[in-house]
C-alpha cells in the first residue's frame, strides 16, 4: 500500500491552556488574529510555538465578535466586513514580518467559515479583502463550497479542509454545536472518521448514510475537550493505515 501524506491543522491562539502541548503533533496551525480572539502578544506567543514545532503558520480571520467568540453569524456592510478582514490579516503579518517568516495558509473561523460555504456574495467580499494574498497563501476551504469554487475560479490557491473531530450533515454542513452529536471527541471514533475520509473519499453523516468527500488537511479543534489525547492517539495510530502526517 502507497504511503499517503496529510495534513492535521489545529485552530490555535485562542487562549486554551493545552495549546502548547498540542504542537508537536500538528503539522498546520491557525493562529487567531484579532475577530474572534487574539492580541498581538497571543499572535506572537503562538507564532513562536509554530517555529519552535516546525509548523505551518496560517491566519484565522473571523467576524469581528469577541462577546461570541465568532460563533454568530453577522449581517455586516462590506467596506466594513472587509476593513475587519484585512486589519485581522494586518495583525499577524507584523508578527510574521518581525520574525521574517510566511504566511502558509488563511482559514476563515466559526459562523464566518460556514457562511462563507453558502453565501456567494460574502465569499467574493472575502476574496476581495484576501486580494493581495492570491499568489502566496493557500485558503483552507470545505470541498464543494461556495468559497472553495469562488476562490479557485479567481486563481486563489486551495486546500480543501475536512474535519476530524465534527460531524456532518449529508450536505456536507457541519452538525450545529447546539447538539449534542456536532463534535466527536473519542480517539478511537475520530481516527475511524479520519481514516474513512482519508482512503474512501468518503464520510460518514449523522443520518448514517456515505457521502463523498475530499481533503488533505484535517482540522483537529483545540478548544475540543479531547484534543490532546485525540492528536496523541491518532498520531501513532494512523501510521498502521500507512497515513502520515509530518
Known amino acids: 500500500m502507497n504511503k ?6 489545529c485552530d490555535v491562539g485562542e487562549g486554551i491552556p493545552v495549546e502548547e502541548s498540542l504542537f508537536p503533533y500538528i503539522s498546520s496551525c491557525n493562529i487567531a488574529c484579532g475577530g474572534h480572539y487574539g492580541t498581538a502578544d497571543s499572535i506572537k506567543k503562538t507564532v513562536d510555538l509554530a517555529i519552535k514545532n516546525d509548523v505551518k503558520i496560517g491566519a484565522h480571520p473571523s467576524y469581528p465578535d469577541k462577546n461570541n467568540f465568532g460563533r454568530v453569524s453577522i449581517n ?11 486589519e485581522q ?60 469554487v469562488e476562490a479557485i475560479k479567481n486563481g486563489f490557491l486551495v486546500q480543501y479542509e475536512a474535519f476530524a473531530d465534527r460531524n456532518y450533515n449529508s450536505d456536507l454542513s457541519l452538525v450545529s454545536r447546539k447538539l449534542e452529536e456536532a463534535i466527536i471527541i473519542e ?21 448514517g448514510i456515505l457521502v463523498n468527500i475530499k481533503a488533505n488537511t484535517y482540522c483537529v479543534h483545540g478548544d475540543t475537550s479531547s484534543a490532546l489525547d485525540i492528536l496523541e492517539y491518532i498520531s501513532t495510530e494512523l501510521p498502521t493505515f500507512n497515513i502520515y502526517t509530518k
Do not use: W
Open 4 to 9: 499517503k501524506y496529510i495534513d492535521i491543522n
Open 76 to 86: 455586516m456592510p462590506k467596506d466594513t466586513f472587509i476593513k475587519s478582514i484585512q
Open 187 to 207: 480517539p478511537k471514533a475520530v481516527l475511524m472518521h479520519l481514516k474513512r475520509m482519508c482512503l474512501e473519499g468518503k464520510v460518514a453523516t449523522i443520518s
Open 89 to 148: 490579516m494586518h495583525n499577524i503579518d507584523t508578527v510574521l514580518g518581525q520574525k521574517e517568516k510566511k504566511l502558509h495558509h488563511i482559514k476563515a473561523h466559526g459562523a464566518l467559515y460556514n457562511d462563507l460555504a453558502t453565501d456567494v456574495a460574502l465569499a467574493k467580499s472575502f476574496l476581495e479583502a484576501l486580494g493581495g494574498y492570491k499568489d502566496r497563501a493557500y485558503l483552507y476551504a470545505p470541498y464543494g463550497s461556495v468559497i472553495a
